[in-house]
DNA sequence: ATGGCTATCATTGATAGA
């Protein structure tokens, strides 16, 4: 049996609601991970994903932010916030974070800080978000479960994951620290699913609303499925599907998904 | 054309996104 998993940015799940619905129903998902919500959990729209099928765990707070997780599978709750360890930092009430197990896998679903302007207060808080990030990948690893962290990474790896990196180089998405970090997530022992499938495509997940970005394809990857080898010996597809941010009210992001072999 | 858009919350403007 093959599970098909999803990543979306939604970009507000109320103004969302009913294409994320279509979207999943035509894509045959079973499982999807959401970010920036938008919402306070008393308002998440849950029952509109039990009426498909799908039970829901979110993470939300008010305007900002906020993370979720609909299967159609059960979903056994983890964790829901990302702990400090010894990061000095101010107090984190940012929605961006949520850990469950499902069909025994572990899955991690993060809306990762943006971190502009840089340098600043937020580009801090996104390092520090990644350190502490790394350190809980790496005691998650350690335990030798399927793992895998899905989601919005606000990172641009490389020259492939970006339609011109020179308007990059002072972004937090890009500056020299963000990648050192993302690579320290990688080796702990994660692989970037889409990239080992495809090597070679130049394929976004992102596109800004503004300058007519998405008719010029001006767009950056950094939706990303980082894997454990116990998923990579699993892993039988991985793709972006631009469709969705061509309709009409898009999200600014398109979804990501991978095929896994269900044991 | 060195800008451009979208969403939220609170009130027509500020903030955030990437």
Request: charged fraction near 25%.
């Amino acid at each position: 049996m093959t599970l098909k998993i999803a990543s979306f940015n939604v970009n507000s799940i109320k103004m969302r609601l009913q294409n994320v619905l279509e979207w999943l129903e035509s894509s045959n998902t079973d499982i999807i991970l959401m970010q920036e919500t938008k919402t306070i959990d008393e308002n998440f729209p849950y029952l509109d994903f039990n009426k498909k099928g799908f039970e829901v765990t979110f993470c939300g707070q008010k305007s900002y932010n906020g993370v979720a997780i609909a299967s159609k599978f059960q979903i056994e709750e983890i964790s829901r916030h990302l702990p400090y360890y010894d990061e000095i930092t101010v107090e984190d009430n940012q929605a961006r974070f949520v850990h469950v197990k499902i069909e025994n896998i572990n899955i991690i679903c993060i809306y990762l800080p943006n971190g502009n302007p840089a340098p600043g207060d937020k580009y801090e808080y996104k390092i520090s978000w990644m350190r502490r990030l790394i350190k809980y990948a790496r005691e998650i690893y350690e335990k030798n479960e399927p793992v895998l962290i899905g989601g919005d990474f606000n990172v641009i790896q490389s020259e492939i994951d970006c339609y011109d990196l020179s308007k990059w180089t002072n972004d937090a998405l890009y500056l020299e620290p963000t990648r050192k970090k993302m690579k320290e997530l990688i080796n702990v022992g994660f692989i970037d699913s889409f990239r080992l499938l495809h090597p070679n495509l130049k394929e976004f997940s992102f596109w800004d609303y503004q300058a007519g970005a998405w008719q010029k394809d001006n767009g950056i990857r950094i939706d990303f499925f980082l894997i454990s080898p116990e998923i990579v010996d699993r892993l039988l597809n991985a793709g972006i599907d631009k469709k969705p941010r061509g309709k009409e009210k898009p999200s600014d992001h398109t979804p990501i998904w991978i095929e896994v072999e269900n044991i």
